[in-house]
């Protein structure tokens, strides 16, 4: 079955400091890839996407992701975290094809930032 | 403006009742979902429409209901609330581009059934 896994439940970090986020899939095809960020009290926003080409993405915010068909991830990067990236990250995958169109969520990276 | 629009953003309800969220959108989307969100859990899909006339269930559609009344308007409705029923719930739209589309949320309703 189709799954998301992101390991890190809860990360903290030092503002200024680099972050990366875990996300691994379980998926047969090509897998179709997004992050998405909820601030609080917020919805969720679409950082970046991956359907195909350069496995290095480029996303809003100064994030970027990088797909890895051998390991089955997609990770989460940004090189500088400012204090307004504190937020929960939630990796999916897509499901495509005939009637159906579903996003697979993981349970999603809450992040925390220290000044 | 918000592209999709949720209301209401908080209700407290009572086990029994009958509860209505509905959702709006302005950006001429054919699809609209319904998921709710659990700690812990992430997001789960509910319902979700392809156009008016489509209308289909998702993992967790027990106990909840939709009515699509226009292609911006998407209505989630739960005939007898229960307390575990009590989550945030999210509404989405997208507009499939070939093969693959993305999908984009709507603020959340906040829903707390006692």
């Known amino acids: 079955a189709q799954s998301v896994t992101q390991p890190d439940i809860h990360i903290t970090v030092s503002e200024g400091a680099s972050l990366e986020l875990r996300c691994n899939y379980s998926?047969?095809?090509?897998?179709?890839l997004f992050w998405y960020v909820q601030s609080p009290g917020q919805g969720l926003q679409l950082l970046l996407k991956y359907f195909s080409g350069d496995t290095l993405v480029q996303g809003i915010k100064g994030f970027e992701a990088e797909f890895k068909r051998s390991q089955s991830s997609f990770n989460l990067r940004k090189p500088s975290v400012h204090w307004s990236d504190a937020a929960e990250y939630f990796c999916a995958v897509g499901l495509y094809g005939g009637a159906t169109n579903k996003l697979i969520f993981g349970t999603g990276t809450l992040l925390a930032v220290q000044p | 403006d918000a592209d999709v629009t949720q209301t209401p953003r908080n209700r407290i309800t009572k086990t029994g009742k009958r509860i209505m969220l509905e959702c709006s959108q302005t950006?001429?989307?054919?699809?609209m979902y319904w998921y709710r969100q659990d700690p812990g859990l992430g997001l789960r899909l509910i319902y979700y429409s392809f156009d008016v006339k489509d209308i289909n269930k998702g993992e967790i559609s027990d106990g909840y209901s939709v009515s699509r009344q226009a292609q911006a308007k998407f209505s989630l409705s739960l005939e007898s609330a229960i307390p575990n029923q009590t989550a945030l719930y999210f509404c989405?739209?997208?507009?499939?581009?070939?093969?693959?589309?993305?999908?984009?949320f709507g603020p959340g309703t906040r829903l707390t059934v006692l």
């Open positions: 950006k001429g989307h054919d699809r």
């Open positions: 989405a739209t997208s507009d499939p581009a070939g093969v693959t589309d993305t999908q984009y």
């Open positions: 998926y047969g095809a090509t897998p179709y």
